[in-house]
């Protein structure tokens, strides 16, 4: 089984996890030391592709369960629902400063239900960033490399991130057929955009999806 394939499931069993054991937030990294830290708010809004054959154009995924999902002592991802999206598909959410979190949005589309999700770094006052298509592949792919062992938390830094999601961006744009629908395409961006990168540590060649 590819590491991208167990790297959803393990995003799925974790945010499931959420409704059936209401995890408290714990909030720190591997190395703990973000306990009884400062508090990062990140606000932004949840995009979805509409389901029009092209999916170029997208909608506010409204009224959807956000979850954090963040790395406890030992290093293991643990979940904790922290509210809705409204009906514009915004989100706020308070996160301990911690080296890296991912936000999950849980949504219901034409399409069925679907997950949107983007990595963020809380160690500023307040970050905005909106979640679509882009930085869930991003996200995917960041999780993944920590899953495997091939950076650590503390590597999922910024500029990495950003890495992943320009590269996730342009490999969607280099790839009109992609379906962010179909767990398989979702799976090959995931896996390109990895290696494009080196994981994040550098920027995608120009012409890398073409």
Not at 98 to 122: C, K, R
Not at 166 to 171: E, I, L, M, N, Q
Not at 179 to 196: E, L, N, P, Q
């Amino acid at each position: 089984m590819s590491s991208q394939r167990r790297t959803q499931g393990l995003l799925v069993t974790v945010v499931v996890s959420s409704f059936i054991l209401a995890l408290p937030i714990a909030g720190c990294g591997s190395d703990g030391a973000a306990l009884g830290g400062a508090l990062s708010r990140v606000f932004g809004r949840a995009f979805a592709p509409e389901t029009d054959g092209d999916q170029k154009n997208s909608v506010p995924l409204a009224d959807g369960t956000v979850i954090l999902l963040q790395y406890d002592e030992e290093g293991n991802l643990e979940s904790a629902e922290v509210g809705m999206t409204d009906a514009s598909g915004n989100f706020v959410v308070d996160v301990q400063a911690q080296p890296v979190v991912a936000i999950v949005v849980q949504g219901m589309t034409n399409d069925g239900n679907v997950d949107i999700s983007g990595l963020y770094n809380p160690d500023e006052p307040t970050i905005e960033k909106d979640l679509d298509p882009a930085t869930s592949v991003a996200c995917i792919a960041g999780i993944s490399a920590i899953d495997d062992g091939s950076i650590t938390e503390e590597q999922l830094d910024e500029a990495r991130i950003q890495n992943l999601e320009d590269a996730a961006a342009d490999y969607i744009a280099a790839n009109p057929d992609f379906d962010f629908y179909d767990s398989m395409d979702v799976d090959a961006a995931v896996a390109a955009v990895r290696t494009a990168t080196d994981d994040g540590a550098n920027p995608a060649a120009p012409g890398a999806f073409s």
